[in-house]
């Protein structure tokens, strides 16, 4: 199969090849070898890629330290099940589906997928597999981050950094969704994008002063360093800064510091697709490009605002 390729860290998105790789082997899952309990293999149509990807560990070892490259990046698909394993609880050869796969096995920039079905969610036949794609990263994060580490509830107000981007721009809309008042914040250049999306209220965190906003019940920062240590201060006692970041040395005085990394979630996945079928949320997509564009895509010569969707099968 034809797939994108790393085997250089340092060479980032610029090492990005692509080149041929073995299928993911459909007939030793149906087989029931047991090797590959829980798997399906998935018929890759789209596919997303995090900007960052390369920069982590998981992309270039396995789960006991071993070297894994040639790897194949990307770990947000929409695609078709073709091939089933024992243990695969709820879906079907032929069934449309998305996800969020393994970050340390090989990942969707390919034409097929090997991934664990309890990491995948039917994507109904009315969303297409670009916009399936697209909800994956965005959605399971602003989820996570608002719901279950944020604890977000009706009538509170929540700070969003980065509120034009992929992952704020989904926490915008799924805040406000949930009835929280939402303050968006970014570059001059993102206010528009971030009130179409449902901020109440922009900080242009160049120009404007963050400090006055007031009082807020949760922080999700996108962003980190002196932006989150600044906006810690700013949040009620018993209050949270979510942030995606990673470690942060930001905790409000009298509140909760969570940093997370997105999981999958098959339940989480059912509700954002729900909301995109009733139009209640939007995906943030920027580019979608073919896996024979992909290198070009994922190495563009002017910065692209939203997300790269790697449109695999047309
Ligand atoms: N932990 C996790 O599970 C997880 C999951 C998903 C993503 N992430 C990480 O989260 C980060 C955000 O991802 P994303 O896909 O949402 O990125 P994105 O689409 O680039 O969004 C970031 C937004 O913040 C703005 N911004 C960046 N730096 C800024 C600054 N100094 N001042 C004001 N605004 C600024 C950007 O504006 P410009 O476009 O003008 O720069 C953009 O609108 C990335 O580092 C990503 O790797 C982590």
Redesign the pocket.
Known sequence: MRAIVVTDQAAGTAGMTLAERPEPQGAALAGLSGANYGDVVVQVHASGF????LSWPSTWVDRLGRDRTPSIPGHEVAGVVTALSYGTTGLSVGQRVFGLTDWVRDGTLAEYVAVEARNLAPLPGDVDFTEGAALV??G??AW?GLFEHGRLRAGQTVLV?????????MATQLAREAGAYVIG???A??RQ??LDFGAQEFV???NDALEEIGRVDLVFD????D?AMRSARLIRAGGTLV????PTEARPAQGLAV????VPDRAQLSEIVRRARDGRVRT?I?EVATLDDAVAAFNPTE?V???TIIRVRP
């Open positions: 995090t900007g960052d990807e990263m965005s399971l994060t996570q950094h980065g509120a034009a981007g992929v992952v704020g721009s914040t970014g570059r250049a993102g994008t971030a242009d965190l160049e996108v962003l980190g360093g932006i942030t995606i970041t990673g940093d997370f990394v997105v943030n920027g910065r605002n939203g997300k």
